[in-house]
């Protein structure tokens, strides 16, 4: 006897409910149908029935326009955060089966970081991963700010590693590290010996900067803005060993963190603690959300500890916590 069509359940599509999901996180996920399209080799109609399909059965709008672009309704982030780890988890199934076969003994890790990042708080992580690793080919991809996000969000690297103000919706960001921000100075620069230093005290001379877009220059900004005290940047620069330089040249002062202070530096510059006046700087692990960790990539955030760096900068006598 023919099931009527009322009798008919819900998702009739059961055995291909994979594919309107996979259509709707994509979408979501690239705010466009079109892009979402591309992303699954599949022509726009196709992408559009699908997600009409979806919103039909589940009898709610699940997308809405935002300009340009599309957004999730909220109706639309509860299913969002439900499918996407089911999604990527059946994507990546085949790809994790195959590195579980193999185990730890071949693969591949791509890693986003900063310049300042690699330069200073990777050698020690990266030389224990070889160690314990050595037939992984380990990439390190020297991006900042938005090229980091895009990596991540494009798949082109399996995790970043850096500092982060603004935590995207699709990121998972977890500090591990801090390290207290430090003025720095020629030696014989009016500030190195001042008693009480005030942020004031800066005001007269020049700062050198990273570039606007960076953190360091966002946070700085940020301070003296609520603070009210007046700045002004002599040089924008990018990467902290140059503006070491620069500075110890003669040329301004400049606020970094204190993980870029080493034992070489002492005797070029003078450095004094700014903590009462702005954040501690933290670095960690970022990765996107519902994303399928290698075991590669497991294995190399577990090197991250938060016991493998102290914070501050230097003394008299070498390396100095704070």
């Not at 909220?74 to 579980?100: H, K, M, N, S």
């Not at 009210?228 to 110890?248: C, D, M």
Request: net charge negative; charged share 25%; with cysteine.
């Amino acid at each position: 006897m023919a099931r009527s069509a009322s009798s008919t359940p819900r998702f009739a599509y059961k055995g291909d409910r994979l594919k309107p999901l996979r259509a709707f996180c994509q979408t979501a996920r690239l705010g466009s149908v079109s892009r979402a399209a591309e992303a699954l080799y599949l022509s726009q109609p196709a992408v559009t029935l699908q997600l009409q399909a979806l919103e039909r059965d589940m009898s709610v709008k699940l997308l809405e326009r935002s300009g340009r672009r599309l957004v999730m309704t909220p109706e639309g982030e509860a299913l969002y955060e439900l499918a996407r780890p089911l999604v990527e988890g059946l994507d990546g199934i085949e790809g994790a089966f195959r590195e579980r076969m193999r185990g730890m003994d071949a693969g591949e890790l791509h890693v986003a970081a900063g310049t300042s990042t690699i330069l200073y708080l990777l050698p020690a992580i990266v030389q224990q991963f070889k160690q314990a690793h050595p037939d992984v080919r380990l990439s390190l991809h020297n991006v900042t700010g938005a090229g980091g996000l895009d990596l991540l969000r494009s798949d082109e690297v399996d995790l970043a590693v850096g500092s982060m103000l603004d935590v995207p919706a699709d990121l998972d960001y977890a500090p591990v590290y801090s390290f207290e921000p430090m003025l720095i100075m020629p030696p014989d620069h009016p500030l190195a010996d001042k008693p009480e230093l005030e942020l004031a005290d800066l005001s007269p001379y020049g700062l050198i900067l990273p570039p606007q877009r960076l953190t360091t220059y966002r946070m700085v900004d940020l301070v003296f803005q609520r603070a009210r005290v007046p700045y002004t940047v002599a040089l924008e620069v990018g990467g902290w060993e140059v503006i070491k330089q620069y500075v110890a040249m003669g040329l301004g002062i400049s606020i970094v963190t204190a993980i870029c202070l080493t034992e070489t530096d002492h005797g070029r510059l003078a450095t004094r603690s700014l903590a009462e006046y702005f954040p501690d700087r933290s670095y960690g692990v970022v990765v996107r959300k519902g994303k399928y960790l290698s075991p590669q990539a497991r294995a190399f955030t577990e090197l991250i500890k938060p016991d493998l760096f102290t914070r501050g900068g230097y003394d008299d006598t070498g390396p100095s916590e704070r």
